[in-house]
């Protein structure tokens, strides 16, 4: 729908009324349409405005992990019904493969097992070197902690 | 077949009971472990994870005799052809201990 620009046209009635105060800063962008631009432009501009806080606020509120929320995002009756067919489904399939695993089959060590067996038993100064070696390990594991530097949860706020 | 599984076992120098186990459950059993399936289960168990060990990404297992020390005895504990052989052999190292 539009009407071939004229220089008739621009002084009508209509435009008068709603001609912009301020300059229109969509002019150059939107394709204009002769006696119909001025008063599209105001609108469009005003609910383009809007359209974006409101796009800026989902994109916010879709990354943001609110932890002190407790309900969760409502999530439609449906949406919910599907999700939960969706994994049960998942579930099923791999509990199918899970259980078709056999047992790994016990490797051979040795083909002279009575051999190995009777050799030498290990020696104390080998078994208290080892020892020693773990208690080292299981102290230095134990000394391993947290550094926290900043504060993990944090208010988000609009100064 | 049983008697040539043990007889090995039988001789090992001081030696107070031997375990042979398959996948199936114990073959044979003697002395202190005779009929003692709780420790075969236990042992079954401890060798299964000591299977899984590898050295810097080797495809076998690092290790020809898993033992498990105690104070007076030791479990000596090997794989071959598909079985568990376990023997109970006394610890007579008697070395001072270096405080």
């Not at chain 1, 929320?69 to 009756?77: K, P, R, T």
């Not at chain 1, 449906?78 to 791999?94: F, G």
């Not at chain 2, 114990?26 to 042992?43: K, Q, R, W, Y």
């Not at chain 2, 060990?53 to 000596?76: C, I, N, Q, W």
């Amino acid at each position: 729908m539009g009407c071939c620009f004229s220089s008739d046209s621009e002084t009508s009635q209509q435009n008068e009324e709603v001609k912009p105060l301020i300059p229109d800063p969509n002019l150059n962008k939107i394709p204009t349409n002769g006696s119909d631009r001025n008063a599209d432009s105001l609108l469009s501009s005003r609910t383009d405005e809007q359209a974006l806080l409101t796009t800026i606020l989902q994109r916010t509120a879709l990354n943001i992990i609110d932890v002190s929320a407790v309900d969760s995002q409502g999530m439609e009756q449906h949406e919910y019904m599907d999700r939960a067919r969706q994994y049960s489904t998942k579930l099923e399939v791999l509990s199918r493969t899970l259980s078709q695993k056999k047992p790994v089959p016990l490797p051979s060590l040795s083909s002279q097992p009575h051999q190995v067996l009777a050799a030498d038993l290990v020696s104390n100064a080998d078994v208290q070197q080892v020892s020693k070696i773990a208690a080292y390990a299981y102290s230095a594991i134990s000394q391993i902690k947290v550094d926290a530097k900043e504060e993990l949860v944090v208010q988000f706020a609009i100064p | 077949m049983t008697t040539a599984l043990t007889q090995g076992l039988e001789r090992i120098p001081d030696q107070i009971g031997y375990l042979v186990i398959s996948e199936e459950g114990v073959l044979a059993s003697a002395g202190e472990l005779e009929n003692d399936e709780h420790t075969a289960g236990v042992i079954m168990q401890m060798v299964r994870t000591a299977c899984r060990f590898r050295l810097h990404g080797t495809a076998e297992p690092p290790f020809k005799r898993m033992s498990v020390m105690f104070e007076d005895y030791v479990y000596a504990v090997t794989i071959s052809g598909q079985k568990v052989f376990v023997v109970k052999r006394q610890n007579n190292q008697r070395e001072p201990v270096i405080v």
